[in-house]
């Protein structure tokens, strides 16, 4: 049994609240259980110095955790004047995963910058995160449309979402909450899309190292998972 | 007329969401109308290395905003480096605010760490923060009372409230929200207690001088403002 | 009885040592008591990046300490890495204070940056850099008319000084020297202009609340002490 | 055909030059082709705050590359006053990985830290960077040994080898250097132990998505590429 | 001919205003000329920690350039975030040179830390800071003595003064002054004791290289001046 | 006895390895006993802000050591956020003293940036890593000659090389290495051409002054040293 009384397959309640920022062209406040993550796109008319007259746009990221967003109060990273590993791999990791299925020449010349948020954690904030910010992305881009800037269709080339499985006891579980990422022995978190490409995949095992066989059985988890990340995002967006 | 179509004296709707995150011992989401700010209180059981064997507690406050909480996107403090010149004056001024109805004796050698985070930005974000923290900060020491670790009423000795006023188009106003603070020639912030006593007051004028007059008028609206925040922090404790 | 021995509206001895420095345009050794502050005015010909081709200048300004100007000598902010809240606080206050008087116009697109470095602290070190700095601003400009850059009188619309006031054991007091400004309940600094207009007005109650009537009667002190100040400024530059 | 004339399953000539630097008490030159990295294994009598008096020791990683180690000079991390993002990133991958094949318990309270700079860099940096830590790792534990401090069977408790895997114009290929790496839509790095584990998986699409089975194939590449490298460790070792 | 009418050997007007500073244990604000460097002797009763319970003292210093101290405004070191490597090896030579004559035993374990700032400058400011300094340290011994901490004598073995000497037009010239330096081929500064002991040398060719000869003869007019520095030393402080 | 073994004028076993970097324009692994230091030279087609336009190149200088070159492990300045002071120095040093070399003109509007780069240290790694990065940049600039950019000749106007002199226990002696080093009582640093010309001397005292006799007799020693270092930079040329 897990910590949590679900099934080895079964997700969190996940929900997506669109247009929650007033002022963001495109926002998403994700909830993973307790895991809720505020996501924004801000487009800018600009690209970063090295993609200047190249024709083309960039989608980046940006990650952040609340200091109480947590069980104990973490020091805020502007104080402390930098942020941590953890911090820069998970929006280096969000950012990778929104631009595999952004056209960027089709974007043309301009930034997305995707802010995810941590409001309050439990588990699984960075795939909550490009499950959100995903939303957050279309509807920047929708916003776009309506202005005759581009067409959403062609910049977005599919659905991309994320979910973390582990290994709990000897027992292949899927999207682990706080306590059961705390207890598990391999940690691997997919990026997939609704097509089923696979974006990005980090399996990591801390204690023991795992089989192959043991990561197949995370793949397919995974792959179910995704798949009911995606029905929700396209319900969200009413697609 | 005000660009909101509020009275000189109207305030725009507040409210107060008590247990808003799930992990702090205190916490509440405050609305100033649209701008809304997240007001987490922590305990830590530790005070500053200067306070140490003094017998007596601190109260502690940082401010953030997210990076699109306004409407542009600001860069992010976590990325530049360092907190900005007005990030550090506001967090000291709730800091200070918050202190002025604390009893430190009475809170034991403990810290309470207050963040107090934008989550929306339309003026008064520092105003609005002080309010709320207030709330945070009780609820938070009623979850120690619960623990039989203070009394309550010992260590928080008054109510305290903030509230903007400026002089709009020659009209003292109240609770500026971001086009009117933009517009005004004079901006004061005023923190004041239950009670009628003053904690704080800054009056900034970027343009033209004020007036002692002027600055009287805008005292009389904030009196007033308070004396109503600090009835609907009453309704929201429910005392 | 002060320990200062001076009278409630008794200021410390004031004295500006105009063109202390050799390469500033315009430079003040200013003293109120022991507390000395070298305030000196540099012109740059050309304007911050968010002001380009706006037709207008700007006038900022920095401060800092000598690490031994106080008591106990203090760490460098140089060596740190970083001005802390407080140095912040206060330069931005100068240079609001500053601009207060300045008619940005007619400066042209130009730069003064001012500079008030404490060569030695005993309270009062904002207000002594705020009235030492309008010296160095008026030589400055002076420097400038001499080369028909521009009219000072078009420029300069005002004087500008600035003085603390404190409730010292129930006693309302001006000009507070460190000794009383640590015992003081409140600290209030004014900033206001010859002709009778406020430009900033702060007051803190780090410990008790203090009421209306309390800083109605600081207001007046200050009012009484800003002419003074403003006398010997005029006397200081001849006027 | 790959750029560098290479079979898809054929790795660069790896070696291993052992007590490369006279002062470390481990330390190794790996090289895979042009892919130079120099790993040292410094023994420290002290671990992390955080893990005082808990019995166990710990293995930690740095990693850098020298401003000339690529193609074209990049700024020195020391010199810009922080590390990167991708550096933070190698580093914690590689301090992973190797503790996933220590007995940190059996190592005592001490820290080994392992330092990977790279002196010249032509693609997977990483890879050979944990490859040669393990060298440079157990030739410290050896030196532990000759003095009484530790068996070194009893702290490692396994080879762990790293290699990159990719698909190089729909070819799945190993051990890509940099010119291969630019041109490949799919770049995995996967580290393993000898006796079939599965320690990290990081597999990345910046293009386009891939499918599980290719994902499979390079799987596959990998073990038997790890293979190989475990067995040259054995030979460097003398095993 | 100099620019500044001196004879080769001729030093400026040079000056010790003793106890400029109202804290600091031992202070000076020493002048060569235009040059103007505030020097502070400050006194704590602990070591850094590398010199624990080592039964003997250290002596440090730290130096500064106000902003406007120079012709055109520099960065202030505290905003930008590091002192410049210029700062850092006049800090450091500055520390080397004081040590050079200081018994650190006899001092016993405290630190003296030296703080010079520079008020203006004008060529020098170096060799100013080391000159001025010893002044400071010395002031600061005898408030030690007056206390029974330390015998000054024991503590403070010798003289430290400097001067720089450099090349100008093929001749020799001692104690250039900044048009003076900016047209130097060479420069070296000197800083010896009054026992004709050598402490420090650093001469630098940027443009052409000297010869052993030229150096010769820079090192003789730099032991002419620095008996000259110490005759004022010691009639500063009435030795 | 040296500690070494080695007479007083007999310098360590010198050697450069050219062409040690693939991808740098020059490169050199010197060595001077176990002080091993990498010398690139890399050829940028820019020159700093501050020389835009004026018709001349520029060469600056970089230096680090790798964590573990020394016997303890040292902090990584990467990591740390900073570079030491010592480090800044020896940087600077480096600098200027193959900038007395070159003809800056007949460079043309270009950059020579020299990373030296600590392998292995063992005393006198600033005097090692200016005789290699002389060769660095003379192969540097061979290239440019090969691609038709210069004429090296009309570049680099000299050899410049550089050793460490001291005096351990009463007797002069050359090239110290690190126990030597830490064992004398004068050190003193000599940069110097072939054609005689002083470049820079650095002498300095930490414990007892030294006389003007022992100052000659060490400069004596270094040209001695000097002459055979450029008879090795010749041949390692092939001059």
Chains 1, 2, 3, 4, 5, 6 share one sequence.
Request: glycine fraction near 10%; aromatic fraction near 6%; charged fraction near 25%.
């Amino acid at each position: 049994m897990r910590p949590s009384g679900r099934k080895p397959d079964q997700m969190r309640a996940v929900s997506f609240e669109r247009n929650f920022s007033k002022h963001a062209e495109g926002s998403c406040l994700v909830k993973f259980g307790d895991t809720h993550v505020l996501c924004t796109a801000s487009l800018e008319e600009r690209v970063p110095p090295w993609l200047r007259n190249a024709g083309r746009g960039w989608v980046t990221a940006e990650y952040g955790m609340l200091p109480r967003a947590t069980g104990e109060r973490m020091r805020r990273e502007a104080a402390s004047g930098k942020q941590g590993g953890r911090t820069v791999e998970i929006q280096r990791l969000i950012g990778r995963s929104l631009r595999a299925v952004v056209n960027l020449e089709a974007l043309g010349e301009r930034q997305i910058s995707i802010d995810c948020d941590v409001i309050q954690a439990d588990g699984g904030t960075r795939t909550a995160s490009i499950t959100g910010a995903w939303v957050a992305l279309h509807d920047c881009l929708k916003w776009m449309e309506a202005r005759s800037m581009v067409k959403t269709d062609r910049v977005l080339k599919d659905h991309v979402a994320a979910v973390s499985c582990g290994i709990l006891a000897s027992q292949p579980v899927i999207d682990l909450d706080y306590l059961e990422d705390s207890a598990a022995d391999t940690d691997a978190n997919f990026v997939m899309t609704a097509s089923g490409g696979i974006v990005e995949i980090q399996g990591t095992a801390e204690k023991d190292p795992f089989s192959q066989d043991e990561f197949q059985t995370l793949m397919s988890l995974a792959r179910a998972g995704i798949d009911e990340l995606v029905g929700l995002q396209k319900a969200a967006i009413g697609a």
